[in-house]
């Protein structure tokens, strides 16, 4: 059973910075895509990033030159650096491993608001 926990969500201000962590369990880390996924109320999840086993990473164009995406597999983990926060960002932000369609897990989401 893969277990996938997020962290770092809150409450900043406009042009403020946020670091998400997504821990994951119970997996060989390494070998799994992770990617990160952001979801408002009544709208579809959206790509935010994703980084491969590899190392190669991937944005969505409003984030771009804004967040980073980074993994680091000693520690089963993955975080998304977050900075010149804008209030479009708000949304719940979610982990996601994926190794095949079969094969792919979420973590419960973190909500991130940017509001002055």
């Known amino acids: 059973q893969v277990h996938i926990v997020e962290s770092g969500g809150g409450l900043v201000q406009p042009g403020e910075s946020l670091r998400l962590s997504c821990a994951a369990s119970?997996?060989?880390?390494?070998?799994?895509?992770m990617g990160w996924y952001r979801q408002n109320p009544g709208k579809q999840r959206e790509l935010v990033a994703t980084?491969?086993?590899?190392?190669?990473?991937n944005y969505a164009t409003s984030v771009k030159c804004r967040f980073t995406i980074s993994r680091d597999n000693a520690k089963n983990t993955v975080y998304l650096q977050m900075n010149s926060l804008k209030p479009e960002d708000t949304a719940v932000y979610f982990c996601?491993?994926?190794?095949?369609?079969?094969?792919?897990?979420w973590g419960q989401g973190t909500q991130v608001t940017v509001s002055s």
């Open positions: 980084i491969s086993t590899g190392g190669t990473t």
């Open positions: 996601n491993a994926w190794r095949t369609f079969a094969d792919n897990y």
């Open positions: 119970g997996t060989v880390f390494s070998t799994y895509r």
